[in-house]
């Protein structure tokens, strides 16, 4: 992106301090026991609440691993004011003295970041990249001016997104209205000639079904002969045919073949996906994967009813009661869900209310795409304000303003002495460790409290290379607990040893 001619590009590194050793991450069941007022925040925004904070002032965040690096409409550096927790999943930088951190953020928003990430499964931005990010840099008080105009300008944009987002809640909202009143007996029954006929019956699933089969645990291939449907193929009650993968095992494809009618049910999920449902509907041949039920309906129960009764709120709650909630994910096994009682009405019936939902639900699915278009439009243009900004067109230079230059000789001719009297300062004031109890304290945290410390993100933190002595005062952890998560890293090849005693590296930051 061309700059205007007054303009700078900088480093990174130049610019900023960056904290990382300041970071503390706590587990899922950490932060249940420790909740407060705090924003902890992971490597998109905020995760959780907490009781306690380790930074206080204005930072900018930005994505170690688990950003949006690869989708220019989403943004991986942020500003932060306040008080907040950071978990290792974010870089914490403090602009210097003369950087705006409002117009910090912006600029990075100009980086293209996958020429500065790796990783073959998790982009991950190492420290080592951080520093060297490309900056476009101009005099304070233009950083200032430009800042202000790309808030203001932004601004706007957010409220739409806002709107667009009300929307498409309001939307929701109306689709499962639509689907409760259409699964009540009372609602039916006022549209047919004998209202107090007692067409709707009592039942229970297990009694209406021909068959509630597991899918298959083998493992597939990214290429093969059948796909094989997976959980990630249910959205919005119903079967996506994209991301999908493969197997071409004659016996697996004989066993778990499935057939028009078939419904399938996620049987292991995240708590609040756990259970929904999709028909399989289709010519194309498929199996399902162990995953997912195979609802096979007798014919007394319309494949389609069940699939609009199973993603309706009576049984979402009656699958909130029954199911069994494990540390990332929660399962309704076949006993439960052929145990969910419901009321049925006559096949003739849920064909008529089948129909109906399919007419509302058509609607609800169109004005969702026009949502979605007009929001990939706003992320646009809010890349081309930004763009607009950076190539000079918001603002223009003052006769007041300083050369940039200016600005990057006070930085470059900083002393060492200068620079660790200033750090110092920062750790006494904008930075710190916390003083309130949580959950195992600073230094008392056991291995399966701290699932998500991790000895060689330190490592990277303290620049890809450290002493075992430095690690340690960094990572927060008893000693004894220390040297059993260090012994696991190095036999995992996460780190290894250095070949000057004592000293650690990090396995793909040497």
């Known amino acids: 992106m061309p700059l205007p001619a007054h303009w700078a590009t900088v480093a990174l590194g130049n610019l900023v301090d960056i904290h990382d ?26 995760v959780d609440h907490v009781a306690d904070y380790l930074f206080d002032g204005v930072f900018v965040l930005i994505a170690e691993d688990g950003g949006h690096f690869d989708d220019p409409t989403r943004t991986v550096a942020n500003k932060v004011e306040g008080r907040f927790w950071v978990n290792n999943h974010a870089h914490v930088v403090r602009a210097r003295e003369g950087v705006d951190p409002a117009f910090l953020a912006y600029a990075l928003r100009t980086v293209n970041w996958m020429d500065y990430v790796g990783g073959s499964t998790r982009l991950k931005l190492t420290q080592a990249s951080l520093k060297t990010l490309p900056v476009p840099l101009t005099s304070t008080a233009e950083q200032v001016r430009l800042a202000t105009r790309l808030t203001e300008a932004l601004a706007t944009a957010e409220k739409a997104a806002e709107a667009l987002k009300r929307a498409s809640n309001l939307i929701d909202a109306y689709r499962v209205s639509v689907l ?14 004998h209202p107090d006929n007692p067409d709707w019956t009592e039942a229970r699933l297990g009694d209406l079904v021909e068959a509630l089969d597991y899918g298959s645990s083998a493992k597939s291939a990214k290429i093969g002969a059948v796909p094989v449907l997976r959980m990630g193929n249910i959205k919005d009650g119903r079967l996506e045919w994209g991301d999908l993968v493969y197997t071409s095992d004659p016996r697996e494809i004989e066993k778990y073949r499935l057939n028009r009618g078939d419904v399938l049910f996620n049987r292991t999920n995240s708590a609040e996906l756990v259970g929904k449902t999709a028909l399989y509907d289709d010519d194309r041949p498929a199996i399902h994967a162990g995953y997912l039920i195979r609802i096979v309906c007798s014919p007394v129960l319309s494949p389609a009813f069940l699939t609009y009764l199973l993603n309706g709120p009576d049984a979402r709650a009656y699958f909130a009661q029954v199911r ?14 052929a145990n969910l009682r419901f009321r049925l009405p006559p096949l003739e019936e849920q064909d008529k209310i089948v129909r109906s939902l399919d007419r509302a639900f058509a609607w609800v699915e169109d004005m969702h795409k026009h949502i979605e278009a007009s929001t990939a439009l706003l992320a646009r243009l809010k890349i081309g304000v930004v763009t607009k900004g950076f190539q000079g067109e918001l603002t223009a230079i003052e006769p007041a303003d300083e050369h940039v230059g200016l600005l990057l000789t006070r930085l470059a001719s900083e002393t060492a002495e200068a620079r660790a009297d200033r750090l110092a300062a920062d750790r006494g004031t904008v930075i710190r460790r916390p003083t309130k109890k949580w959950p195992g304290g600073v230094r008392s945290l056991t291995v399966d409290q701290v699932a998500e410390t991790d000895l060689r993100e330190g490592l990277v933190a303290l620049g890809g290379e450290a002493s075992a002595a430095d690690l340690w005062a960094v990572s927060g952890l008893a000693i004894e607990t220390f040297y059993k998560q260090l012994r696991s890293e190095i036999i995992a090849g996460r780190i290894r040893e250095s070949a000057e005693k004592g000293r650690l590296v990090a396995s793909d930051a040497a």
Do not use: C, E
Not at 21 to 44: D, V
Not at 324 to 332: C, E, H, L, R
């Open 21 to 46: 050793t300041a970071r503390i991450p706590l587990n899922k069941r950490q932060r249940l026991k420790f909740r407060g007022p705090f924003p902890y925040y992971g490597a998109n925004g905020i």
């Open 180 to 193: 409760t009143v259409a699964l009540s007996a009372v609602n039916t029954r006022r549209r047919r000639a």
């Open 324 to 337: 069994s909630d494990g540390v990332n994910q929660s399962n309704i096994n076949a006993t439960k869900l």
